[in-house]
């Protein structure tokens, strides 16, 4: 079901306005929330098998306009698994420091281990996005670093990290009621920045730009899901079964005792 | 009541013996689990704001032997809150290049930034605990030490970190049962390291070391809580009654809008 939202090759045009952000997916809501809950406890026993083995890693990547809910996917479809090896980094204007190096240069450093699970809130994807938006760069540049970017990631699935990319696709409307609830609820004013209205105003550039990237950077090995975001239950259950189903073909299992067990339990047995 | 097991002043000889492992607080198991859910979606609340309002960072170690649960602690009783801004560094045995340099220099590296909690499984104490057990520093270099850290923990509470600290106490019959299990259990045998047997055997020296640390480096800026920890309930509860109560006394406030909210909310409105 997934699949007519996921993007696994570069080979053709594809426009954000192709999806609905409405769209959901054919679900009861009552019956979806039931099974996110089901498959948070999927998520969390399967960390733990990735955490115990030690061969995989996966990087999540969430990237979406402001208000598309990139914060609120990790409090609530990414919370509730063990912290333990679980991260989350959110990225970010590039310091000076950062600056004065490559685009992947302060990236590189945030990927996840084996058995460790990394969340990028914003990420090199930003290179392509406001960087363009804002004229940073040109489209030859931009066309250099898509290829930048499929090679890094191609680079990154050989050396055993998973990666999925998750694009929170609303609409404009539904943008607006967010930053109204943000102004309008005192516990959410802090969330609000006038710089969102100035951003909101480019908003069809930023959509262009998506489009571009969804286009140019998508792989078998490191797909783009763009997420129906309109329905907050309907991007927890999308996500999270994107990450179930992913996590789920790679046999994970834990590992078995290295020597003679009986041993080793004979050993600790006697130890006073 | 966590107030005899917190140790707030360095200017007493204490020794983990005058603590019980098996110690409940008096309290039934089965409303100690209640109020755990509740302390749980307080400290959610808690974090929130925190996180919110950027003007505090807390550091939170964990110590104690192998299995005495400083793995469980993060998965239970410091999971389910939002994982933004939030993390859990685990200290390893330090690499070369670590090595290199002084021992607080990795650990500088990962402390929180206002608005984050960091859990530090392991931490620098280790530079006066297995260091000082294997006999890779003095008597003299663990007493510098200990002023070292006393200093370090004052200079980050100075600097807006609130620090807790706490030493999971179990008893060596406990550990025997745990290592068993890890041995008898399919699902838990990745968390066995032969090593643990050998550490086991210096079991005595690494209770008068722990006590000293306790003895030597607390204060009512960084005190250590000596949380009884034969009974998992009573760990998850303890901890999350002092991280709350912590957190309450910081009078923690949502920020409010800057600037002029009704002339904003109006220009959202007016937006396209």
Redesign the interface.
């Known amino acids: 079901m997934l699949k007519d939202f996921m993007i696994t090759s570069y080979d053709k045009k594809i426009s954000v306005d192709d999806f609905n952000p409405d769209d959901t997916l054919n679900l009861d809501k009552k019956d979806a929330k039931a099974e996110t809950l089901l498959l948070k406890e999927r998520f969390r026993a399967l960390q733990e098998m990735l955490y115990?083995?030690k061969k995989y890693a996966l990087l999540i990547v969430l990237q979406g306009m402001d208000c598309s809910g990139k914060?609120g996917a990790?409090?609530n479809a990414?919370?509730?698994?063990?912290?333990?090896?679980?991260?989350?980094k959110?990225f970010k204007v590039p310091t000076p420091e950062e600056l004065s190096h490559d685009y992947l240069w302060r990236i590189h450093q945030q990927t996840p281990g084996k058995g460790e699970i990394t969340?990028f809130?914003r990420s090199y994807y930003e290179d392509v996005l406001v960087t363009r938006v804002h004229g940073q760069i040109d489209d030859k540049t931009a066309r250099d670093r898509f290829e930048e970017i499929r090679n890094f990631e191609k680079y990154l699935r050989n050396n055993h990290t998973i990666i999925l990319k998750f694009f929170l696709h609303i609409s404009?409307e539904f943008q607006?009621e967010q930053?109204?609830e943000r102004?309008?609820e005192?516990?959410k004013?802090?969330?609000?920045s006038?710089n969102d209205?100035k951003e909101?105003?480019l908003?069809e550039q930023y959509q262009l730009c998506y489009s571009d990237v969804l286009s140019r950077c998508s792989s078998s090995h490191a797909p783009w899901y763009v997420v129906p975001s309109n329905h907050r239950w309907v991007r927890d259950y999308f996500i999270l079964t994107a990450i179930v189903k992913t996590l789920e073909k790679l046999d994970l299992e834990?590992?078995?005792?290295?020597?003679n067990?009986q041993k080793?339990?004979d050993?600790?047995?006697a130890?006073?």
Chains 1, 2 share one sequence.
């Open positions: 115990a083995s914060d990790v409090n990414l919370s509730e698994i063990n912290p333990s090896g679980f991260s989350v959110a969340v809130n404009k607006k930053l109204l102004l309008e005192p516990e004013n802090w969330k609000f006038e209205l909101r105003e908003w834990y590992p078995e005792i290295q020597g067990e080793l339990i050993a600790v047995k130890s006073e």
